[in-house]
């Protein structure tokens, strides 16, 4: 199964000559979660080669309108090739009117398929596929939601162990689905003696907010952290006023939470690409892990699975 983040956009306030607004697709087990789709969503997904067959949420985390411009497109491209399939839309709950009005922007044939999920409160989880959605309210100018994925826990079995006990084929399932097994001889094989724990993955998308704790959950120990960094750290009155981070608190973020990958976006029209190294060097002052600067287009792998120790 597929775990990838496919970048569709990275500028925040307004469109570049080369970032588009917003737009972030994570693909995760034949899950597609589609974060702030910006203007001009829908074309950088056919350059993307993804299509909305495979959107099954759409997570809005405001609707400043570099978070959400691109909602009328996806939701007409849902319909227009009939997808048949539920979508979840969530989103904060205050700003119901405007996902009202992106949703039904034009005349166009509608489709029944997407679910409204407004949100609301400090931290909403709900179940979401083979992971938990969680949506915590960040720092911003309006209501803003941040969002996490998280895989539940397993275990994964022990070859050697399995092979010792004689276990093999079907009787390897049923001792997964069962938690015990008993031998021919009599013997009882538990799932513990033949399995090691093995910690779910997780993800998270932190767009438009001030330094605060939900920041913190939220990236806390997470395999992949997309945020936001819209400013240089000469800016950072500017970035506390407007209710932004700098890529030096981005770093501060990575390195105080143990994230293993670490991608900035949403970045300020201010900056073009020769500013990248200004970036990096602003968030190694804290964190030293895998970093991503992530322009349009790109396609950056949730991390594999830490090997057992």
Not at 170 to 184: D, F, H, K, S, Y
Not at 283 to 290: E, F, P, S
């Amino acid at each position: 199964m597929v775990r990838e983040l496919v970048v569709l956009g990275t500028s925040s306030a307004v469109p570049t000559r080369h970032r588009n607004h917003n737009g972030y697709l994570l693909l995760w087990d034949g899950e597609g979660f589609l974060f702030d789709p910006g203007e001009g969503t829908q074309r950088q997904m056919l350059h993307a080669g993804v299509s909305a067959a495979g959107l099954t949420w759409l997570c809005v985390t405001h609707f400043h309108g570099d978070h959400c411009l691109g909602l009328p497109g996806v939701v007409q491209r849902i319909a227009h090739d009939r997808v048949a399939h539920e979508v979840r839309a969530v989103f904060p709950a205050d700003g119901a009117a405007y996902w009202e009005r992106l949703r039904h922007a034009t005349a166009f044939g509608d489709t029944s398929v997407i679910t409204p999920v407004p949100v609301s409160g400090e931290v909403v989880r709900m179940p979401a596929g083979p992971v938990r959605l969680t949506a915590r309210r960040l720092s911003h100018r309006i209501e803003t939601y941040g969002y996490r994925l998280d895989e539940p826990d397993g275990r994964r079995m022990l070859p050697a162990e399995l092979a010792r006990r004689g276990i093999q084929g079907p009787m390897v399932g049923r001792l997964a689905r069962e938690g015990a097994l008993t031998l021919g001889d009599g013997t009882v094989v538990t799932l513990d003696e033949c399995s090691a724990p093995r910690p779910g993955q997780s993800a998270a998308f932190v767009m438009d907010t001030r330094l605060c704790d939900a920041v913190f959950e939220l990236a806390r120990d997470t395999d992949l952290l997309v945020i936001e960094s819209t400013f240089l750290s000469g800016e950072a009155r500017l970035a506390a006023e407007y209710g932004h981070l700098t890529a030096e608190q981005a770093g501060e973020v990575a390195a105080a939470c143990g994230v293993r990958r670490l991608v900035l976006a949403h970045f300020s029209e201010r900056y073009t690409f020769a500013d990248e190294p200004r970036f990096a060097e602003e968030v190694r002052k804290a964190y030293d892990g895998d970093l991503v600067v992530a322009r349009d287009l790109m396609r950056v792998p949730v991390p594999g699975r830490v090997p057992a120790g």
